[in-house]
């Protein structure tokens, strides 16, 4: 969950703590202590978990007009799950609420550390883009700036975006019940089902957002996701269900952090639109979901639980594993 820090001295602790568990970012003690220290008296927020804190960000103003990330920092074990943008998301209806016109951020410019190449690819998948690298730092970390304009209340409709939000929930529980009552060692076409699931959600994982913006997962090696070519690498159950539930909460906030006007605007590197990317990946769940239920239909008798309908038909029969 998402919370504003008020407290000032829960605010120094929460850095420190974070940053401190970030060496491959955040090295220098002094540096580490500079932050803690001035964000004090900065707009913070955290992710927090069972009184866990597993990420946070800080913004500063640099004038009446615009303001920056001024440190982020989410845990490594916490990485891909989307603690980052929703911690964006509240970061940027702060902005929008004080009339900031536009945001900006820094960090190491790309292709000088791996660690650093994963940073620069969130904040482009965030919708940042770049503006300048400057001498900021030193020779060996220039410094890359990337700038984002903010946009008014008026363009900030969520009215398509609650209708996906739903259709993308809705279609994560039917892959939950297929998956709970599909047969993983059935074999489609010499492959068994659970690398069809595999495929499924990281096909989900890639290109629901952006795909020429995208991390593997630990667990990937290659052709896992190809299920017409031969792989060794076998999955545990505990690994897949770690991996649905890794890419639900990633998806789930990404379209939440959307607004009806990011729908038509095209992600970086990509000449899809984001609408495109979402429908097309909605499409591909309900074919594999429909064929996972269909081995079950026809090895058990059974018909698997789908929901298709509103809210309240969701609600309903939340929860049953068969249409019975």
Same mark, same amino acid.
């Given at each position: 969950?998402?919370? $504003?820090?008020?407290?000032?001295?829960?605010? !120094?602790?929460?850095?420190?703590?974070? =940053? +401190?568990?970030?060496?491959?970012?955040?090295?220098?003690?002094?540096?580490?202590?500079?932050?803690?220290?001035?964000?004090?008296?900065?707009?913070?927020?955290?992710?927090?978990?069972?009184?866990?804190?597993?990420?946070?960000?800080?913004? $500063?103003?640099?004038?009446?007009?615009?303001? !920056?990330?001024?440190?982020?920092?989410? =845990? +490594?074990?916490?990485?891909?799950?989307?603690i980052g943008r929703a911690l964006f998301k509240e970061l940027y209806r702060y902005a929008q609420e004080a009339g900031y016109?536009?945001?900006?951020?820094?960090?190491?410019?790309?292709?000088?550390?791996?660690?650093?190449?994963?940073?620069?690819?969130?904040?482009?998948?965030?919708?940042?883009?770049? =503006?300048?690298?400057?001498?900021?730092?030193?020779?060996?970390?220039?410094?890359?700036v990337y700038v984002m304009a903010v946009k008014k209340g008026d363009e900030m409709s969520r009215e398509l975006i609650q209708q996906i939000t739903y259709n993308t929930e809705v279609t994560f529980y039917n892959m939950e019940v297929a998956m709970k009552t599909c047969d993983w060692d059935y074999e489609i076409c010499g492959t068994p089902v659970w690398r069809y699931m595999y495929h499924t959600l990281h096909s989900c994982d890639r290109w629901y957002d952006n795909p020429f913006v995208f991390q593997e997962p630990e667990i990937h090696v290659p052709n896992l996701d190809k299920v017409d070519l031969e792989c060794d690498r076998v999955l545990t159950e505990e690994e897949l269900w770690g991996y649905y539930n890794q890419v639900k909460e990633k998806t789930m906030s990404f379209v939440a952090s959307l607004s009806d006007a990011d729908l038509y605007a095209k992600p970086e590197k990509c000449d899809r639109t984001r609408m495109d990317l979402i429908y097309a990946q909605l499409r591909h769940f309900n074919v594999h979901i429909g064929i996972f239920n269909g081995i079950t239909i026809a090895k058990k008798g059974k018909y698997p639980m789908v929901i298709g309908g509103p809210r309240e038909d969701f609600e309903k029969n939340k929860g049953k594993l068969y249409d019975e």
């Open positions: 969950m998402i919370q $504003k820090i008020e407290d000032s001295s829960k605010k !120094e602790d929460i850095c420190k703590t974070i =940053l +401190k568990q970030l060496p491959e970012w955040f090295e220098m003690p002094e540096s580490i202590l500079d932050y803690a220290k001035k964000s004090r008296e900065l707009p913070m927020w955290a992710d927090i978990e069972n009184e866990d804190v597993r990420g946070f960000v800080v913004l $500063k103003e640099n004038s009446p007009y615009a303001a !920056e990330i001024y440190v982020m920092g989410v =845990l +490594k074990s916490c990485h891909r799950l989307g016109e536009f945001l900006q951020v820094k960090t190491v410019q790309e292709g000088h550390y791996a660690d650093y190449d994963k940073t620069n690819a969130f904040y482009k998948g965030i919708g940042f883009r770049e =503006l300048e690298c400057m001498p900021i730092w030193d020779d060996a970390n220039p410094c890359q």
